[in-house]
């Protein structure tokens, strides 16, 4: 759902705490014997929202798509796709020579032989997904802190750390936090567009008046493109000039729109990820299994501050092994009853 206005960032953060999301996002890998792996991504909720989604923008024709009504208003989208081994599932999904932002993972998979059974050892990591990296979340927030802003309301309640008058100030840190977090990132591009000196206005000066800007940005912005933020400040330092910033150094900021479009993309989302491993299940950190499905059921802040790492192991048995040691064992013991044979022959 698309949500609009910097200077609304309270708002939008205690949305995002409590509304339930407005897509639903599955990622389903199977694991298969010979170590080839069959991922199917899913979205479930409105079309134009599935279109605009960035993951929706990384399926090319290489997938396997198809379109289902739900009802009315919903609709789900199906892709699938077949990758040989982990590393091409990682260029699609993780892919190291592009700076494109968007919700990584990177899968890790050891398949070891050991004679009667292949053991499948699975390790799926979301890195921190935060676009906004200049402010250190752990000079405003604990990890603890950070768990009770991940859970849904219905979990927080019940978690031993809540304590609803002690969140209620860990969400007005968490709102800070994301506000001097963007702030930070305008800013930053801004003293060093190449336009500016054009502008009449040395960084200096708007290196001593940063506190101000903030703030009044904060109060007066009616939007959170660059474009709109560098209006209101050409109101503040009664600068015109800064305003066609946003034109004559439009690459520059291009990246913070990108961001600042990513960030209120993902944000509101449900993701949940399922893995199918061969064989039977041995160890797994998810609290979730159904059948043959290991399920992680999570929000976007799960993996906003710091990695988040599902993990599964199992076992095949190796039918095959167990035959040729039968053969063996049978073949040996024909060898003793012929060998005991022939010398009670011989005597």
């Known amino acids: ?66 379109w289902i009504p739900v009802d009315d208003k919903k609709m789900k989208f199906v892709a699938t796709r077949h990758f040989k081994n982990p590393k091409l599932l990682n260029k699609w999904s993780d892919p190291q ?28 990591t979301l890195p921190a997904s935060n676009p906004f990296q200049l402010i250190d979340w752990k000079d405003y927030l604990t990890p603890v802190e950070i768990r ?27 709102e800070t936090f994301l506000e001097k977090s963007i702030y930070e990132e305008f800013f930053t591009i801004l003293l060093a567009a190449p336009g500016l000196p054009s502008t009449g206005i040395t960084a200096g000066e708007l290196q001593q008046k940063k ?13 959170d493109r660059a474009k709109d933020l560098l209006k209101t400040l050409s109101e503040f330092m009664k600068h015109p000039e800064l305003a066609a910033l946003a034109d ?3 690459s520059s900021f291009k990246i ?56 599964a192991e199992s076992r095949v048995v190796n039918t095959w092994a167990f035959i040729v040691a039968g053969i063996i064992l049978l073949l040996a013991v024909i060898s003793l009853i012929t060998s005991f044979i022939i010398k009670k022959a011989r005597k």
Request: charged share 25%; aromatic share 16%; net charge negative.
């Open 211 to 223: 506190s101000e800007i903030f703030q009044y940005l904060k109060d007066n912005s009616d939007g």
């Open 97 to 124: 020579d592009s700076a494109k932002i968007q919700i990584r993972s990177h899968v890790v998979l050891k398949k070891q032989f050991r004679w009667f059974y292949t053991y499948f050892k699975y390790q799926e």
């Open 256 to 311: 913070f729109n990108h961001k600042m479009d990513f960030f209120q993309d993902v944000s509101d989302d449900n993701y949940h990820f399922i893995i199918r491993l061969p064989g039977q299940m041995l160890d797994t950190n998810s609290t979730q299994m159904e059948g043959s499905d290991i399920k992680w059921d999570v929000g976007y802040y799960d993996f906003f501050f710091k990695d988040l790492v599902m993990q």
């Open 148 to 174: 009770l802003i991940a859970e849904d309301d219905e979990a927080r309640k019940k978690d031993s750390a809540y304590v609803k008058e002690a969140y209620d100030q860990t969400e007005k840190r968490f």
């Open 1 to 66: 759902m698309r949500k609009s206005g910097w200077i609304t960032m309270s708002i939008l953060t205690a949305g995002l705490l409590l509304l339930p999301g407005c897509l639903d996002l599955y990622f389903t890998t199977e694991v298969n014997p010979d170590g080839s792996l069959d991922k199917t991504v899913v979205f479930k909720g409105d079309s134009y929202e599935i279109i605009g989604n960035s993951v929706f923008s990384l399926l090319n024709s290489d997938w396997d798509t198809t």
């Open 248 to 250: 004559d150094s439009a």
